[in-house]
């Protein structure tokens, strides 16, 4: 019997076998190119879940953004200056003053010493005013709750309480964890979850604006993390994002917390925060801060008051502060006043804040005295501005 050599077959075997680990090769190839297109194309419905987008904008801006030293007020900690500064002990010492007043041939100044504690929701300051030279008697000015206490000695006995409606002492939140990877991994079931409860808007502009709502009673873990009381209400914010996910603004209703006031942080780095004030009367009030990057340490700020009758008030400033052996020193230049475009005086403030552990009674024992005073109404006083003069000459 005819036999083929082995060699031979080994051959024709090897002939067989090569096309057919080409093909396997081949075919892992298309399902690996497959499996990618899938996880591709999913990975992009994925970027495209406003969920989805948010979660990675929160990561970017906590990631990125918060580690910014513009964002940390330029090395000043955010944790600190709110633990210590917002919900603190702390005591202010400086000097202000006004110069090139309208209509007034003198300058006025005034050496202050204050402090505000927010375990006591107490502040007081104690002033000495001078007009150029000569000193003219000292102003107290005191705090507690809603109310604000004025105080002038060099007037004889003359002290008003003037109730706000404001809680003066709001608490700031304060983070007690640093928001990392960690924390979204230790976190990730309730974000989980909390992405299933929350509602969400997507409403198609080309900066794509999504309206979040966050129902009373969910999120806990956040505020948890603010180091706030759960809201007893639904949070709604909008959170404007680019098409890679980074914020570049946001927009905060806050009329639960403050009738009438909102908040907005815009600006690539979220470097401009704006918040208006409605008042009564059709009134209103807006504080605009905007981090400057020229210079380190810089805000500049704009406060503007419009009054029921269309006439706006203005105060301009640019507000420098570096790291004190304790605290920091702060100095507000530049500062001006007007009325609409007229330049009613130009002033200044240069002073040091440090945060105390424990103050005594801020008020010194004034408080019986304080409680005692006569209440006004801001409007009251606005609206017939000429018999308050008289009242207050009256007790001269």
């Known amino acids: 019997m005819r036999t083929t050599p082995r060699f031979m077959m080994r051959g024709r075997m090897s002939e067989n076998i090569k096309p057919n680990r080409k093909n396997r090769k081949k075919r892992f190839a298309i399902l690996v190119l497959v499996l990618l297109l899938v996880l591709g194309a999913c990975g992009f419905v994925l970027s495209k879940s406003p969920r989805v987008r948010m979660l990675l904008s929160v990561v970017h801006f906590s990631e990125t953004t918060l580690k910014s030293p513009e964002y ?99 608490k700031m939140p304060e983070l007690t964890s640093d928001i990392k990877r960690k924390w979204f991994h230790d976190n990730s079931a309730n974000i989980v979850q909390l992405m299933t409860q929350i509602s969400m808007e997507d409403t198609g502009e080309i900066l794509e604006k999504f ?70 009367d059709e009134e209103q009030a807006q504080l605009t801060l905007v981090r400057n990057p020229k210079s380190k340490r810089w805000i500049d700020m704009t406060g503007t008051y419009t009054t029921n ?56 024992g004034q408080a019986s005295y304080l409680y005692s005073l006569e209440e006004l109404d801001w409007r009251e006083i606005r609206e017939d501005t000429s018999s308050f003069v008289q009242r207050v000459l009256d007790k001269l």
């Open 211 to 280: 309206v979040v709502t966050i129902p009373e009673g969910c999120g806990h873990f956040i505020w948890e993390l603010l180091g706030m009381e759960d809201p007893d209400y639904d949070v709604v914010v909008s959170m404007y994002l680019t098409e890679k996910n980074h914020l570049r603004r946001m927009e905060m209703d806050l009329s639960d917390v403050i009738d009438g006031m909102s908040m907005v942080i815009d600006g690539e780095s979220v470097g401009t925060c704006v918040m208006t004030y409605k008042l009564p």
């Open 72 to 170: 940390l007020l330029y090395n000043i900690d955010i944790m600190e200056l709110f633990r210590d500064y917002g919900n603190g002990d702390v005591q202010v010492s400086g000097k202000a003053g006004l110069v090139n007043i309208d209509g007034v041939a003198a300058s006025i100044s005034v050496d202050l010493d204050a402090a505000r504690s927010f375990q006591q929701r107490r502040m007081a300051m104690d002033s000495t005013l001078k007009v150029l030279a000569a000193t003219a008697g000292d102003i107290q000015f005191y705090g507690e709750n809603e109310t604000v206490y004025l105080v002038a000695p060099l007037l004889g006995d003359f002290g008003y309480a003037f109730p706000t409606g404001i809680d003066l002492f709001m």
């Open 309 to 364: 009758t269309q006439e706006t008030y203005t105060i301009t400033a640019q507000i420098t502060w570096e790291e004190a052996e304790k605290g920091f020193a702060m100095d507000m230049k530049k500062l001006v006043i007007c009325r609409d475009e007229e330049t009613l005086a130009e002033g200044y403030f240069k002073g040091n804040v440090v945060p105390a552990k424990k103050l005594p009674d801020v008020f010194h």
